[in-house]
């Protein structure tokens, strides 16, 4: 089910098609795992970020986001004062001890990772660690997914190289992205994970860099959105609507500014 609702509604991501069904898949038929799986997820605005992780929360319990085993923080709404900062980091410690003890495969779901402030997530390496049991509590069942901005720029920077070398994005390996990604990150001063002993000590598993989109992407984004609301596809108001957005570099107009954002309000104008 994971790698169907990947194959059909994402667009444009190959790496992460390939590295989240492979990373869970995995993650999930190990009956002996050593620690959680973390996942970190890096992109611009309306790339896939949010919707890759409600379809793996989707592929692990029925109600996916809503499951009272997924849990979602988000970093302006649940962390906003650089002053409570260690209020934050006993509540968080908390929060994930009390939800893992009920159900040792609960999913954390950390998002604007990007605007969280800068050692908070630390409080959460012991549970990211190697350990077998800590006061009682194994955490090697859970799953962790953090959704960033930061690393986009280098994304971009490596997916623009292979479009001006005449090479596709269908190209680019995750070797030619993840170590670079991950230096980015960790040196990004207006990162939550700017220094971060989870990338220190090589906690997170998988860095997954999610591609700018293209022009071609923004029109299969409006396709799926228009048949999910049952109605008939107009091969005009796509392009119309693919057309509306703005696209980087201002010279060469490749990647969409905005990814697949704004699609369904856009829709609303047309089809009202």
Not at 28 to 38: D, Q, V, W, Y
Not at 86 to 106: A, E, F, H, M, T
Not at 142 to 151: E, Q, T
């Amino acid at each position: 089910a994971l790698q169907e609702n990947l194959d059909k509604r994402l667009f444009g991501q190959h790496l992460v098609s390939k590295v989240v069904v492979k990373a869970v898949r995995g993650f999930l038929n190990n009956t002996n795992a050593k620690k959680p799986l973390a996942l970190s997820l890096h992109g611009w605005t309306g790339t896939g970020k949010n919707f890759v992780s409600k379809i793996v929360a989707e592929s692990i319990y029925k109600r996916g986001l809503q499951s009272k085993y997924v849990h979602q923080f988000v970093a302006t709404l649940h962390f906003p004062h650089a002053h409570s900062i260690n209020l934050y980091k006993d509540q968080l410690q908390s929060w994930i001890r009390g939800n893992v003890s009920i159900c040792p495969r609960s999913i954390f779901i950390f998002d604007e990772m990007d605007k969280m402030h800068a050692g908070l997530i630390d409080s959460i390496k012991p549970f990211l660690d190697y350990y077998e049991l800590l006061d009682g509590v194994s955490y090697r069942q859970a799953i962790f997914i953090f959704l960033s901005n930061a690393g986009a720029e280098k994304i971009t920077e490596v997916a623009l190289d292979f479009w001006r070398n005449g090479r596709t994005r269908e190209d680019i390996q995750l070797t030619d992205i993840q170590n670079a990604l991950s230096v980015s990150v960790f040196n990004n001063k207006n990162s939550g994970f700017w220094h971060s002993t989870l990338i220190d000590r090589n906690l997170i598993d998988y860095f997954i860099p999610f591609l700018p989109l293209e022009y071609k992407h923004v029109k299969m984004c409006v396709r799926v959105e228009i048949e999910s609301r049952g109605y008939t596809v107009d091969e005009d108001i796509m392009s119309r609507i693919a057309d509306e957005m703005t696209y980087f570099p201002r010279e060469e107009r490749i990647y969409s500014d905005k990814g697949c954002k704004t699609v369904d309000a856009k829709l609303d104008y047309y089809y009202d």
